[in-house]
């Protein structure tokens, strides 16, 4: 809304310098730039002694991630990069039943995401999105990182990728709209189906195990095990907007008491190194091992 004045109404100040922002030496940096921007604004904000709340993902090139690392280190610093869907308790208590071996043994997982990028953020020109312009990081596999995150997290590291996909809509971007990747060489293989061209927005999460099987709706905030092994969660209640809170606040009592962060500046390069081998693999049409 134009009309309105964000430094009045929130009483923030608003810098078009970065160096004038860090004169005032800030004790955190929430980096939320165009994914492209993100390493070159965290390694300054690093240098100046400030903790790190970096969203995801961690950026478009691992170039750079190792220096700043190392700076994370030496000044002993927090750094966490965006993962909200850790937070949300339908996958926490997903996460309980596969480490519980409540599922028994897993044979496969899928993890879909889909949605409509016109759609997604209605109050701009997706043509001109981060999402949308290479130059920027864009492309369904970094923006919608989280799925190799969550695939990382609940059924460990992959140690190979191989994935198809590509520009296969007329959506008007310069990256790819649609990823179909299968992760191997984890816990179990994960089979990662993405894409910015379809309607109606979801995104499902399906294990499979040699007791039951646990399908998780995470628009409709719903986890279910069949045959029923434990209660369907259903917390109908759950706002979208409080594992966004809950990532925030968490992050800073991590800063507080400085403590090492649930989502480290290790998961965040474990999850971009993944998704940049789904990227080459797309590219080359060949399996990518990950080192």
């Known amino acids: 809304d134009d009309s309105r004045d964000v430094e009045a ?3 923030v100040t608003v810098f078009a310098d970065l160096d004038a922002a860090f004169a005032l030496k800030p004790a955190v940096v929430f980096i939320c730039t165009p994914t492209s921007d993100h390493l070159d604004v965290a390694q300054r904000a690093a240098d100046a002694g400030c903790h790190l709340f970096i969203e995801k993902p961690l950026s478009n090139t691992m170039d750079g991630v190792e220096r700043l690392r190392a700076t994370v280190a030496e000044r002993r610093l927090v750094a966490m990069v ?3 869907w850790r937070f949300h308790p339908c996958v926490r208590a997903l996460r309980d039943f596969v480490e519980a071996g409540t599922l028994g043994h897993i044979a496969s997982a899928e993890v879909e995401y889909r949605e409509y990028l016109p759609d997604w953020h209605p109050y701009e020109d997706y043509r001109t ?3 949308a312009r290479a130059v920027l990081g864009g492309g369904v596999v970094l923006a919608q990182i989280h799925d190799y995150d969550l695939a990382c997290w609940l059924f460990g ?3 190979r990728v191989t994935a198809t996909g590509g520009h296969l ?3 008007e971007i310069d990256v790819e709209d649609t990823a179909d990747a299968l992760l191997e060489g984890g816990e179990a293989p994960v089979r990662v189906r993405q894409t910015f061209a379809a309607r109606p927005p979801g995104r499902t999460i399906r294990v499979t195990g040699d007791r039951c099987t646990a399908l998780l709706d995470l628009p409709g905030s719903r986890l279910t095990l069949s045959p029923p092994l434990a209660p369907e969660l259903a917390p109908a209640d759950y706002p979208r907007n ?3 809170l809950d990532e925030v606040e968490h992050f800073l009592e991590c800063v507080e008491r400085d403590i090492a ?3 480290t500046l290790d998961d965040g390069a474990t999850a971009l190194r993944v998704a940049l081998a789904v990227k080459e693999s797309m590219r080359t049409g060949r399996t990518v091992n990950i080192t």
Do not use: I, K
Request: aromatic share 10%; no cysteine; proline share 10%.
């Open 9 to 11: 109404e929130l009483g």
């Open 82 to 84: 965006a993962s909200q």
């Open 129 to 131: 999105s981060y999402a």
């Open 157 to 159: 590291v992959p140690r």
């Open 169 to 171: 809509s007329d959506l």
């Open 242 to 244: 409080r594992m966004f």
């Open 261 to 263: 962060p649930a989502v």
